[in-house]
């Protein structure tokens, strides 16, 4: 097992990262941080990809193939959903009150949660028993590590 070529790739994805991070802080605030992030992370996974697709490694299995399209579709449903729900509560984060704003955020990841659920099940990207056998799942512990 190669395991040195995606250290080296999380390596390259952190220090994108911080570069970016660094470069968009003072041009975006807080946001720029986020950007930063998530270029970091399509950096690793394009690279990621780029390596296995060199080995000719097997990149999706036919369960992944059939289910990719729906996993799209209700990713781009939560998307439309957050956005309408952040839209909808704009006026709780017009006073900076602590306790307003954390409901607020609180009532959006969970109104989000609750549609990629549905959008899941719906689209038939995951049935419900498999999203809770996902949750239930135990990490599995590799021999010789300690609890």
């Known amino acids: 097992?190669?395991?040195?070529?995606?250290?080296?790739?999380?390596?390259?994805?952190?220090?994108?990262?911080?570069?970016?991070?660094?470069?968009?802080?003072?041009?975006?605030?807080?946001?720029?941080i986020a950007l930063a992030n998530?270029?970091?992370?399509?950096?690793?996974?394009?690279?990621?990809f780029t390596q296995l697709k060199k080995r000719r490694s097997p990149i999706a299995d036919a369960k992944l193939k059939r289910r990719l399209p729906r996993l799209i579709v209700a990713s781009m449903g939560m998307a439309t959903a957050t956005w309408a729900i952040v839209n909808a509560l704009q006026g709780?984060?017009?006073?900076?009150?602590?306790?307003r704003e954390g409901m607020a955020l609180a009532i959006i990841i969970a109104a989000a949660t609750v549609v990629y659920g549905i959008l899941l099940h719906v689209t038939g990207?995951?049935?419900?028993?498999?999203?809770?056998?996902?949750?239930?799942?135990?990490?599995?512990?590799s021999p010789g590590i300690q609890e």
């Open 1 to 32: 097992h190669d395991t040195s070529t995606p250290v080296k790739i999380a390596v390259v994805a952190m220090l994108v990262n911080v570069i970016c991070s660094v470069s968009l802080l003072h041009t975006m605030q807080h946001t720029g």
């Open 38 to 48: 998530s270029i970091a992370l399509w950096t690793n996974a394009t690279l990621l």
């Open 92 to 99: 709780f984060f017009a006073v900076h009150n602590l306790v």
């Open 125 to 141: 990207a995951m049935q419900l028993h498999e999203v809770l056998a996902i949750l239930k799942r135990k990490p599995k512990v």
